[in-house]
């Protein structure tokens, strides 16, 4: 079985915001277009979450990225089921950390490595990427799988544990940056 949990919705909107690439002399750019999915399973069906309201900056020098932060609001993960929700946000404990946060440490243009940070744990990860250019400047997307306790998330369940969420999820994710 495919296990992929909440959390990594979290994962994938850092994951996209990370590869949002972008050129220009020392500056901060700000995503014009982001799109994160979730993709999980449990032992009855697969889900998915979305978020379009992640907050990412870009900093660049000499027209290459140098820089790439994410901070994606747990409650901004909606999957269109408000129990699902409610229980994504309760593993995630959202209560003490309401935010999922990535900070680069090394960007190229295939990978992004940085700090990721759900649940007050953090821990480094590298990110594929792939760009390209795009009707109103570069579009950066990839995907990445996490699990979640990895990061001391208990996988979320439900109907008294009739319901079990996978381990794992995998997020993607689609920036478009103006040049």
């Known amino acids: 079985m495919r296990t992929k949990s ?18 220009g002399n020392s ?56 129990g699902m929700d409610k229980n994504a946000y309760k593993a995630l404990n959202e209560d003490d ?25 953090t821990k480094t990860v590298a990110i594929p990427v792939s760009t390209k250019k795009a009707s109103q400047g570069v579009e950066i997307s990839g995907k990445h799988t996490i699990n979640m306790t990895d990061f001391g998330i208990e996988p979320p369940t439900a109907l008294m544990g009739t319901i079990k969420t996978g381990e794992e999820v995998t997020i993607n994710f689609n920036f478009q940056v103006n040049q």
């Open 27 to 82: 500056q901060n750019l700000k995503p014009i277009k982001t799109e994160i999915l979730v993709e999980g399973t449990s032992n009855i069906h697969d889900w998915e979450m979305t978020s379009e309201k992640a907050v990412a900056n870009v900093e660049t020098n000499s027209g290459n990225v140098s820089k790439i932060s994410v901070e994606i609001p747990v409650k901004s993960l909606e999957s269109g089921k408000g």
């Open 97 to 121: 950390y309401p935010t999922v946060k990535f900070s680069s440490t090394e960007v190229s243009a295939s990978k992004i490595t940085g700090k990721l940070t759900i649940n007050g744990k």
């Open 6 to 23: 909440l959390n990594y919705y979290s994962v994938f909107a850092l994951l996209i915001f990370l590869f949002v690439g972008a050129s």
